[in-house]
């Protein structure tokens, strides 16, 4: 049960990144071995995996608290008075230097500078910013929302809602004054782990340095993703 664990996260992780939930977790081990009850079993399953993974792949198994939705009125309530889902993501162990020369490839490399440049621009808006806001300050960097076929990132669109999915962000819906949707962008409990305050602070801090070199370069230019 340990192997089937590790192998549904692989596939999971390898197919959409996106984080496995415990209940998704259970559900699967429920399938294989139905005798068995599923609160008592899982738990201990899950810690095995996670050590595991460390000692075979220098993989962590991490345990995240999915960030709920924003709710009003009586959804709030109950929303607040609920359990945080609980949920998993394969982060690799290896150091940075050995990861990049045998392990990464030139597309993960575009990918995560792209999940930085968001996360520092929604950081450094108090944590969330409006959907056109975002668009606006990514044309800076020469990423257009209706762009279909960006040299390095494909369809942009399509890529901004794969940071939704893996988590890195929240797309919330407000429905403003004239009664139209608008929608915004917010931190979710991924871009937190992985990416704290003062990670993006040197991030941002590096951009703009960029921004007053010698040569003159504006940061746009400097941090283009491209």
């Not at 590790?6 to 139905?34: C, N, W």
């Not at 429905?175 to 991030?203: H, I, N």
Request: include cysteine; aromatic fraction near 6%; glycine fraction near 6%.
């Amino acid at each position: 049960l340990v192997a089937e664990v590790m192998r549904y996260m692989l596939f999971s992780q390898y197919r959409d990144g996106a984080p496995v939930t415990r209940t998704k977790l259970s559900e699967h081990l429920s399938k294989i071995a139905p005798e068995l009850k599923r609160a008592k079993v899982s738990s201990y399953i899950v810690a095995e995996a996670q050590v595991k993974f460390n000692e075979i792949f220098g993989i962590e198994m991490k345990e995240l608290s999915r960030k709920a939705q924003k709710k009003t009125g009586a959804a709030r309530t109950n929303l607040q008075a609920s359990e945080p889902t609980k949920e998993y993501v394969l982060k690799s162990l290896l150091p940075s230097k050995i990861r990049r020369q045998f392990i990464d490839r030139e597309e993960d490399h575009t990918f995560r500078g792209f999940v930085m440049a968001v996360v520092a621009l929604v950081s450094v808006s108090g944590g969330e910013i409006e959907e056109q806001v975002l668009w606006k300050h990514l044309a800076k960097l020469g990423v257009r929302h209706d762009d279909e076929a960006h040299p390095k990132l494909g369809n942009v669109r399509e890529t901004l809602n794969k940071l939704c999915l893996q988590r890195y962000l929240m797309r919330e819906r407000d429905v403003g004054s004239d009664g139209k949707d608008t929608f915004r962008y917010s931190l979710a409990e991924r871009a937190m782990d992985e990416l704290p305050t003062e990670k993006v602070d040197k991030y941002v801090l590096e951009l703009m340095r960029g921004h007053n070199d010698e040569d003159g370069n504006a940061a746009g230019e400097n941090g283009n993703v491209a």
